[in-house]
């Protein structure tokens, strides 16, 4: 039987309509493959950790013995890590953010800055290990101390804080700066009194974020060396210190089936920080924007 | 005060005032000092890009005075901390090509549908669920990663392919691929969202279905976006290190399959820095020379991607 136009093109959009609709489908499940994948990894890390999870682990040493072993030392060693590169990052990067979007002409330089903070945030972070190994750890003679690996972090997490600042401080309205400056403020007071503390929010949201992956970087630390087996606690800046994705890479480059149960162990310790410090990003983000509409 | 000095303000004062040329400011010294500080915070970011080039080209130099440019890229044995030691880096290029490779043969198709998936099909309650997800994704540690490759990824693999070693390149490569996959996925949304809906809605109105506006109108039309996440991706997936140490282990080789041992180069810096070498000897040069390597892949990776999104941005409105 002959069909009229009509009807083959009837089944040939039937035909197109049933290929987007796989299309679709495909796209779909591949997109809830990888929050499967995000699930899978977070089950099976707690499955292997979460036994190892207590006061003791927290409170003890690392140690040659599975059953002795724990994080103290790694985690206070975070924590002072963070705190120093909170101190040396945060004001800098703040400062270039603000000088870029708000003081510079915006001329050549200021645009081959731009190009320059874009190009850092690309560089592997082993790349500056080694330039901390060379100039913190060889050069300066801080040694294997917790200001070299802050000093190398910073460097590392700068481009992303003054990217993230920039753009915090790009989606202040322009008519906030025009009323500051109609009362006869300069850039500077308009710069500190209203477009700062106005952007602050999304600045804060950059900042965490960038503090995190600070938390999470394993290879320039150990490129300054601080592989190491630490038993007591810094004191001071100049102490040599571990850290957590140290003391996680360690446990888990061991043979040992108990080392890796460990590591999980560690491996949650150092999520938990993270996600929390996440979700204050998040959280800040949420009722910033609900503000803003 | 003020208050003061406009009632004392008579007409004779008004006159005087309006000669004052207000173009004429006094210089603030102290806002002059604030913002040259905040300028030198600025000059930071060059500053530490002068010292990355200066130190990584100054020990390079040192190597290459010991060992002629040509073994460096020819060479193919690796082999610096033994005698009789070679220096050919090829093996450890190759490595990191398998691993970067298999990685963008993952993400590249599934971050580019899930991108497709949020920007086009996706309803906002879904977006709101995936994006946190991706983000988490792209958050997570990459020593976690390693772990995950090598507790998980390897011993399923070694069940399905058989002659697997315990390091090989696959799993390597399939963690870091999935390390990746959030950047496309969302660098890419984000290019494909910026695709105005009038397109979109002009071909509908031509009769296509949803599969030709996107593949056909919506993608082409962000190209350059799309084009630009998969550079920064491969980027990541070239400097990535832990996962890879952990994972693909440490034999620095030119295997054509992903089923042995290899060593990229970041894991062999990796590997020299774990050791006590000490500072100023040929082996401690090695490490500046390879990071020398990949800092300028990288750096022509991203310069290219941020060129395409210049260059090939179309703007729309």
């Known amino acids: 039987m002959k069909r009229s136009p009509l009807e083959l093109s009837n089944t040939n959009i039937q035909k197109r309509h049933r290929k987007a609709r796989m299309f679709r489908l495909l796209c779909a499940g591949v997109t809830w493959l990888g929050a499967a994948l995000l699930a899978i990894l977070l089950i099976q890390i707690t499955l292997d950790g979460i036994k190892w999870l207590d006061i003791q682990f927290l409170t003890s040493f690392p140690s040659r013995f599975p059953y002795k072993a724990g994080v103290k030392s790694a985690l206070v060693g975070t924590l002072w890590l963070i705190t120093m590169i909170a101190i040396v990052s945060i004001p800098i990067g703040v400062a270039t953010a603000l000088y870029l979007e708000e003081l510079s002409h915006k001329g050549r330089i200021a645009k081959i800055v731009e190009v320059n903070i874009a190009n850092l945030a690309g560089v592997p972070s082993i790349v500056y290990g080694i330039i901390g190994l060379a100039i913190f750890v060889r050069g300066l003679g801080f040694e294997r101390s917790l200001v070299s690996g802050a000093l190398t972090m910073s460097l590392l997490i700068l481009p992303v804080i003054i990217i993230a600042s920039r753009e915090a401080i790009k989606t202040v309205p322009m008519s906030i700066r025009h009323a500051a400056y109609a009362l006869g403020a300069t850039k500077l007071q308009t710069a500190w009194a209203h477009v700062l503390p106005a952007s602050f929010p999304g600045i804060l949201t950059g900042v965490i974020l960038a503090l995190s992956r600070a938390i999470g970087e394993t290879a320039p630390l150990i490129m300054i060396g601080a592989l190491t087996y630490v038993a007591f606690l810094p004191e001071g800046p100049m102490d040599s210190f571990t850290a957590l994705p140290i003391q996680i890479f360690n446990w888990v480059s061991r043979p040992q089936q108990e080392f890796h149960e460990l590591a999980a162990g560690g491996i949650i310790v150092l999520l938990v920080v993270l996600l929390t410090m996440n979700a204050t990003a998040i959280f800040i983000r949420h009722k910033t924007e609900k503000k803003l509409q | ?317």
């Open chain 2, 1 to 317: 005060m003020q208050m003061r000095e406009m009632e004392t303000l008579k007409h004779s004062d008004v006159n005087q005032a309006k000669k004052i040329d207000i173009r004429k400011t006094r210089v603030r010294w102290g806002e002059f000092l604030i913002e040259s500080s905040l300028g030198l915070c600025a000059m930071i970011s060059i500053f530490t890009t002068g010292v990355i080039i200066f130190i990584l080209a100054q020990e390079s130099l040192g190597f290459f005075e010991a060992v002629s440019p040509f073994d460096f890229f020819f060479g193919t044995s690796w082999v610096p901390l033994f005698e009789p030691s070679s220096y050919g880096v090829l093996p450890l290029l190759w490595g990191t090509m398998l691993i970067t490779i298999g990685a963008a043969l993952f993400a590249i198709p599934t971050g580019l549908a899930s991108a497709i998936y949020l920007s086009e099909y996706a309803s906002p309650r879904m977006r709101a669920v995936v994006k946190p997800v991706l983000e988490v994704l792209a958050g997570i540690p990459t020593v976690v990663y390693g772990y995950f490759a090598l507790t998980f990824v390897t011993p399923l693999l070694r069940k399905m392919v058989p002659g697997l070693e315990v390091f090989n390149a696959l799993s390597g490569a399939i963690v870091v691929g999935v390390m990746i996959l959030p950047t496309i996925a969302t660098l890419s949304d984000n290019a494909l969202r910026a695709v105005p809906d009038s397109l979109r809605q002009g071909a509908y109105a031509l009769g296509a279905t949803s599969l030709e506006v996107t593949t056909r109108v919506v993608v082409p039309a962000g190209l350059s976006g799309v084009m630009a996440s998969f550079l920064l991706a491969i980027s990541r997936a070239i400097g990535e290190t832990m996962a890879v140490t952990l994972a693909a282990g440490a034999t620095p080789n030119l295997s054509l399959t992903f089923l042995e041992s290899i060593q990229t180069m970041t894991a062999y810096i990796v590997q020299v820095s774990m050791g006590d070498t000490p500072a100023g000897g040929i082996a401690y040069q090695t490490l500046f020379a390879v990071a020398g390597l990949l800092f300028v892949i990288t750096l022509i990776l991203n310069i290219v991607s941020q060129w395409i999104l210049s260059k090939f941005r179309e703007v729309y409105e």
